[in-house]
C-alpha cells in the first residue's frame, strides 16, 4: 500500500491557484460592465486610435469604490490583475503594474486568461520570437535575444518550420487594419511577459495553476484514505504538546524583537528595494561588506544563531576569537557545516581533512570535546556521511554560545565595530527616478557565483595565518627535538 502523504496538512499554501482565479475573473466581469465598470473609450496612441482603452487612475479609482478600500490597496489589487494577465498595458510593456496616471491599458481577451490552461509551450514561444525578429529586424530585447539563440540551438532540427510559421503569422498580421494589428501584437506580447516573464521580474504564474487539489472536495474513502488518517491519529498523540499560552508568548516576543528589522513592516534604509528598485541596500547589506549598518550588526546580539548565520558576523567574531588563541573552535563548525552542505562526491575527503586538522593526536588545530563525545564521532569516521560529526558540532557550538559569544559582547572588537557601523538616510525617490531605477532593473547574481565568491573570501582568509601561533609552534618543537648526536 503507498501512503501518498502521512500529514494531512491542508494548511493556506495548498489551496488551489484555480479558485483564486474564478473569483478574479468575475471582478474582472463587474469592471467589463458597460454601466458599472470601469469607463472605457477610444484613446489615441501615438497615430492610432486604440478602441475600448482604460487609464490607470480609472481602474484604480473603480476598485477603491467597488472594495471601499484606500488607493495604495486598490493599486496593488490593479498590479496583481496586470501581473496575471488579466489587464495589460499599451504602453510600458517590461513593467507588469498599475500606473496610476493616464497611462493606457485594456482587457486581455478571455482566449489568453490563465484559466484557460493552454499550455505554454517553447515552439509557440519559438515562433513568437521568430516573429518580433522578422518585424524588428534583428532588434529584440537582450533576454528575448538570449531566448531566441537558445531555442534556435535547442529546436535547429525544426526550425525551418518555426520560421515558416513566423512568416505566415506576420504576413496575416499585416493584412489586419492598425488599430487592431496594435491591440493584438500588445495582446499577445502581454501573453508572454506573463508566461515567460524578463529577469529579474517576479512571476505570478510561478507555481502554476493547480497547487495540489482543492482542500473543500470530498475524498474518496479508500483503504489508502483510513490508512493516512491513522498515521496522523498516531504522530497527533505522540506529537509533544506546550501551552498555547507559552508558544503565543514565544512568537509576541520573537515578533517584537524582529519588527524593526523587517523591510516590509518597518521602515527599511536607504530605501526598500523592492518598491523602489534601488540597488543601495542589497550593496549596503552583501555578505563580505567591509563596514555594516547598525541594524545589522543589532541583530548580532539577538542570538548566537544570527551572528553565525551572517557571514561579516562570522568574520568579526572570527578576528575575536583570534586574539582569545581559540580560533580553531569557529573554524572546526564551518568545516562541519561545509561537510553537511557540499558535494556528496567529497564527504569522505572532507571528513578526513577535518578529523586530521581538529580531531586527532597532535592536530595542528585540535579541539577540546569530552571523551564520549570523541568516541562517538571516531567509531562514526569509520563509515562517514554528511551528519558524522554533529555530536562534536553540537558540543562546539555549545561551547562558544555559552563561553565565547558573551565575551565576544563585552570586547572592544565588537564596540569597535558598533562604533564604525553606519545608519545610511533616507532616499525619497521622486516618480520619474522611479521609472529610471527600473529601467535599470537587473537580475541578481547567481547562487553559484555567490557560492565561489565565498569559497574565494575562505581562501584568503586561510592564507592570513596568524605568523605568531607558527613561530611559538616551531619554537616549541625546536625545544622539545633531541640534540644532534656528536660526531
Same mark, same amino acid.
Given at each position: 500500500?503507498?501512503?501518498?502523504?502521512?500529514?494531512?496538512?491542508?494548511?493556506?499554501?495548498?489551496?488551489?491557484?484555480?479558485?483564486?482565479?474564478?473569483?478574479?475573473?468575475?471582478?474582472?466581469?463587474?469592471?467589463?460592465? @458597460?454601466?458599472?465598470?470601469?469607463?472605457?473609450?477610444?484613446?489615441?496612441?501615438?497615430?492610432?486610435?486604440? @478602441?475600448?482603452?482604460?487609464?490607470?487612475?480609472?481602474?484604480?479609482?473603480?476598485?477603491?469604490?467597488?472594495?471601499? !478600500?484606500?488607493?495604495?490597496?486598490?493599486?496593488?489589487?490593479?498590479?496583481?490583475?496586470?501581473?496575471?494577465?488579466?489587464?495589460?498595458?499599451?504602453?510600458?510593456?517590461?513593467?507588469?503594474?498599475?500606473? @496610476?496616471?493616464?497611462?493606457?491599458?485594456?482587457?486581455?481577451?478571455?482566449?489568453?486568461?490563465?484559466?484557460?490552461?493552454?499550455?505554454?509551450?517553447?515552439?509557440?514561444?519559438?515562433?513568437?520570437?521568430?516573429?518580433?525578429?522578422?518585424?524588428?529586424? &534583428?532588434?529584440?530585447?537582450?533576454?528575448?535575444?538570449?531566448?531566441?539563440?537558445?531555442?534556435?540551438?535547442?529546436?535547429?532540427?525544426?526550425?525551418?518550420?518555426?520560421?515558416?510559421?513566423?512568416?505566415?503569422?506576420?504576413?496575416?498580421?499585416?493584412?489586419?487594419?492598425? /488599430?487592431?494589428?496594435?491591440?493584438?501584437?500588445?495582446?499577445?506580447?502581454?501573453?508572454?511577459?506573463?508566461?515567460?516573464?524578463?529577469?529579474?521580474?517576479?512571476?505570478?504564474?510561478?507555481?502554476?495553476?493547480?497547487?495540489?487539489?482543492?482542500?473543500?472536495?470530498?475524498?474518496?474513502?479508500?483503504?489508502?484514505?483510513?490508512?493516512?488518517?491513522?498515521?496522523?491519529?498516531?504522530?497527533?498523540?505522540?506529537? /509533544?504538546?506546550?501551552?498555547?499560552?507559552?508558544?503565543?508568548?514565544?512568537?509576541?516576543?520573537?515578533?517584537?524583537?524582529?519588527?524593526?528589522?523587517?523591510?516590509?513592516?518597518?521602515?527599511?534604509?536607504?530605501?526598500?528595494?523592492?518598491?523602489?528598485? +534601488?540597488?543601495?541596500?542589497?550593496?549596503?547589506?552583501?555578505?563580505?561588506?567591509?563596514? /555594516?549598518?547598525?541594524?545589522? !550588526?543589532?541583530? $548580532?546580539?539577538?542570538?548566537?544563531?544570527?551572528?553565525?548565520?551572517?557571514?561579516?558576523?562570522?568574520?568579526?567574531?572570527?578576528?575575536?576569537?583570534?586574539?582569545?588563541?581559540?580560533?580553531?573552535?569557529?573554524?572546526?563548525?564551518?568545516?562541519?557545516?561545509?561537510?553537511?552542505?557540499?558535494?556528496?562526491?567529497?564527504?569522505?575527503?572532507?571528513?578526513?581533512?577535518?578529523?586530521?586538522?581538529?580531531?586527532?593526536?597532535?592536530?595542528?588545530? $585540535?579541539?577540546?570535546?569530552? &571523551?564520549?563525545?570523541?568516541?562517538?564521532?571516531?567509531?562514526?569516521?569509520?563509515?562517514?556521511?554528511?551528519?558524522?560529526? +554533529?555530536?562534536?558540532?553540537?558540543?562546539?557550538?555549545?561551547?562558544?554560545?555559552?563561553?565565547?559569544?558573551?565575551?565576544?559582547?563585552?570586547?572592544?572588537?565588537?564596540?569597535?565595530?558598533?562604533?564604525?557601523?553606519?545608519? /545610511?538616510?533616507?532616499?525619497?525617490?521622486?516618480?520619474?527616478?522611479?521609472?529610471?531605477?527600473?529601467?535599470?532593473?537587473?537580475?541578481?547574481?547567481?547562487?553559484?557565483?555567490?557560492?565561489?565568491?565565498?569559497?574565494?573570501?575562505?581562501?584568503?582568509?586561510?592564507?592570513?595565518?596568524?605568523?605568531?601561533?607558527?613561530?611559538?609552534?616551531?619554537?616549541?618543537?625546536?625545544?622539545?627535538?633531541?640534540?644532534? @648526536?656528536?660526531?
Amino acid at each position: 500500500m503507498t501512503i501518498r502523504n502521512t500529514l494531512r496538512d491542508h494548511g493556506q499554501r495548498y489551496r488551489p491557484r484555480m479558485a483564486c482565479l474564478k473569483k478574479t475573473e468575475k471582478v474582472l466581469l463587474e469592471m467589463q460592465d @458597460p454601466k458599472t465598470g470601469v469607463r472605457s473609450q477610444p484613446q489615441r496612441l501615438v497615430i492610432t486610435t486604440i @478602441p475600448h482603452a482604460i487609464t490607470g487612475e480609472d481602474i484604480i479609482a473603480w476598485l477603491a469604490d467597488r472594495f471601499q !478600500v484606500d488607493t495604495q490597496e486598490a493599486r496593488t489589487f490593479g498590479s496583481m490583475l496586470v501581473a496575471l494577465g488579466y489587464i495589460y498595458p499599451l504602453q510600458d510593456h517590461k513593467r507588469l503594474v498599475i500606473k @496610476p496616471d493616464v497611462s493606457l491599458y485594456r482587457f486581455q481577451t478571455p482566449y489568453f486568461w490563465p484559466t484557460q490552461q493552454w499550455p505554454v509551450e517553447d515552439t509557440d514561444y519559438a515562433i513568437y520570437l521568430a516573429k518580433r525578429n522578422i518585424r524588428k529586424k &534583428g532588434i529584440l530585447e537582450l533576454h528575448e535575444q538570449e531566448h531566441y539563440n537558445r531555442l534556435h540551438k535547442w529546436m535547429n532540427h525544426k526550425w525551418d518550420f518555426i520560421v515558416m510559421q513566423a512568416k505566415e503569422q506576420y504576413r496575416a498580421a499585416k493584412e489586419r487594419k492598425k /488599430p487592431d494589428r496594435v491591440v493584438f501584437d500588445c495582446q499577445e506580447r502581454a501573453y508572454w511577459v506573463v508566461h515567460r516573464p524578463p529577469p529579474g521580474t517576479v512571476s505570478a504564474m510561478d507555481y502554476g495553476l493547480d497547487r495540489l487539489t482543492d482542500p473543500n472536495s470530498d475524498e474518496a474513502k479508500t483503504p489508502d484514505f483510513y490508512e493516512r488518517i491513522m498515521i496522523f491519529t498516531q504522530q497527533s498523540i505522540m506529537r /509533544p504538546r506546550v501551552k498555547s499560552s507559552v508558544s503565543i508568548g514565544a512568537l509576541v516576543k520573537y515578533c517584537g524583537t524582529y519588527n524593526n528589522h523587517d523591510p516590509f513592516l518597518f521602515k527599511c534604509l536607504p530605501s526598500n528595494p523592492w518598491l523602489t528598485d +534601488d540597488v543601495t541596500y542589497w550593496n549596503l547589506n552583501m555578505p563580505c561588506v567591509e563596514i /555594516p549598518t547598525k541594524m545589522r !550588526v543589532e541583530r $548580532w546580539t539577538f542570538s548566537f544563531a544570527e551572528l553565525l548565520s551572517d557571514p561579516r558576523g562570522r568574520d568579526d567574531f572570527r578576528l575575536f576569537l583570534k586574539k582569545e588563541f581559540s580560533g580553531e573552535n569557529l573554524a572546526f563548525w564551518e568545516g562541519c557545516e561545509d561537510l553537511k552542505w557540499g558535494e556528496a562526491a567529497t564527504i569522505k575527503e572532507k571528513a578526513e581533512h577535518i578529523y586530521k586538522t581538529f580531531l586527532a593526536r597532535g592536530a595542528p588545530r $585540535w579541539i577540546n570535546i569530552d &571523551g564520549k563525545t570523541m568516541e562517538v564521532t571516531v567509531k562514526g569516521l569509520k563509515h562517514p556521511h554528511r551528519y558524522v560529526l +554533529d555530536p562534536a558540532q553540537t558540543h562546539i557550538y555549545m561551547l562558544m554560545k555559552k563561553d565565547s559569544y558573551g565575551r565576544y559582547q563585552k570586547s572592544p572588537v565588537f564596540k569597535d565595530t558598533v562604533k564604525k557601523a553606519i545608519c /545610511p538616510e533616507e532616499h525619497n525617490f521622486s516618480v520619474a527616478q522611479l521609472e529610471q531605477n527600473a529601467k535599470k532593473r537587473r537580475p541578481s547574481l547567481s547562487p553559484i557565483i555567490l557560492r565561489q565568491m565565498e569559497k574565494e573570501q575562505r581562501a584568503k582568509m586561510a592564507a592570513n595565518v596568524d605568523i605568531t601561533q607558527v613561530m611559538s609552534k616551531l619554537s616549541k618543537q625546536g625545544k622539545e627535538a633531541p640534540p644532534p @648526536p656528536k660526531k
